[in-house]
């Protein structure tokens, strides 16, 4: 089962930060929060990840809770390129890359 | 620098037959996932390769194997496919240094497999 938990569905008008929470209250010591996206039939593309603390790169940034049983992708300038389904993933640091996938945000952008 | 590809991006087989994926990852990058994409089940791990090892691997049945080859590139079969094979399969890779050492993992387009 996905260690993480996020909203199905989610609309933002283009321009407006779009903001979408994701859930991971069993997140262990040497986890990482990842984000990625995956626009209709492409495969899932990265987008950050970060530990516990604050990130930000030319795609968007990622606030991590203190407890870091929660975090919130942040994409400031949302455009209808970035409607998408979100995926939250919490793998850990180091050895094997066994992604578990939840079901994801849908988001949408609206004009 | 290119991105991860994968041949063929769409296949088509008979129900019985067995089928076989490849996988280009990124230059440099020595970890290769493969993972399973259907709307019932969504996104899950089928099996990665490090060096030509398999460091871990998924629930799926023994009828899903793979490989990893001395440049990284990867392949994974199908035999005896079933029609609830059909879905899109994903390579992903990663540059990974050692077997401790961690990055992002980096998707290719998918082969999209239609059993009949």
């Known amino acids: 089962d996905a260690k993480t938990t996020q909203p199905p569905s989610m609309d933002c008008a283009e321009g407006r930060a779009a903001n979408l929470p994701c859930n991971h209250s069993t997140i262990s010591g040497n986890e990482y929060v990842y984000w990625y996206r995956q626009i209709h039939s492409q495969g899932p593309q990265y987008i950050i990840h970060g530990l516990k603390n604050n990130e930000t790169n030319e795609m968007a940034s990622l606030i991590i809770t203190e407890d870091r049983k929660s975090s919130t992708l942040i994409l400031p300038h949302a455009t209808l390129r970035d409607t998408a389904v979100y995926y939250c993933i919490v793998s850990r640091a180091s050895g094997t890359y066994k992604y578990i996938f939840g079901t994801g945000t849908r988001l949408k952008v609206l004009a | 620098k290119a991105g991860v590809t994968q041949t063929p991006r769409y296949l088509i087989k008979t129900r019985g037959q067995q089928v076989t994926l490849s996988c280009s990852p990124i230059?440099?990058?020595?970890?290769v996932s493969w993972y399973q994409q259907t709307p019932g089940q969504g996104l899950q791990f089928l099996f990665e390769y490090f060096s030509e090892t398999q460091r871990n691997k998924g629930n799926f049945p023994g009828r899903f194997s793979g490989r990893q080859f001395s440049n990284s590139r990867s392949e994974m079969n199908v035999s005896t496919l079933e029609l609830g094979d059909s879905a899109l399969y994903l390579c992903a890779s990663s540059l990974s240094i050692d077997s401790e050492t961690y990055y992002e993992q980096y998707f290719g387009p998918g082969t999209r497999l239609t059993v009949t």
């Open positions: 230059s440099g990058h020595r970890s």
